[in-house]
């Protein structure tokens, strides 16, 4: 269900067009000043406050599409 919004999100902050659902976001280049602006983009478009070690724990577009959908 966010899995669109999340990857345009990563697309446009690690500045690639090709990630998939299942890339792991280290192994793209990501580090944690990259993080905390996905996680500010997270709140400000999206509405979700990820806190950082849930990022951690779930660092594909699928895992934490799936961690937003299961909040209530």
Request: include cysteine; aromatic fraction near 12%; hydrophobic fraction near 45%.
């Amino acid at each position: 269900m966010f899995v669109d919004e999340v990857r345009a999100i990563w697309c446009r902050e690690l500045e690639r067009s090709d990630i998939t659902p299942e890339q792991d976001f280290f192994a793209l280049g990501g580090h944690s000043v990259i993080m905390a602006r996905i996680q500010r983009a997270y709140i400000d478009e999206m509405g979700f406050e990820i806190p950082m070690d849930e990022m951690y724990l779930n660092p594909t577009v699928a895992s934490i599409s799936a961690y937003m959908e299961s909040l209530p």
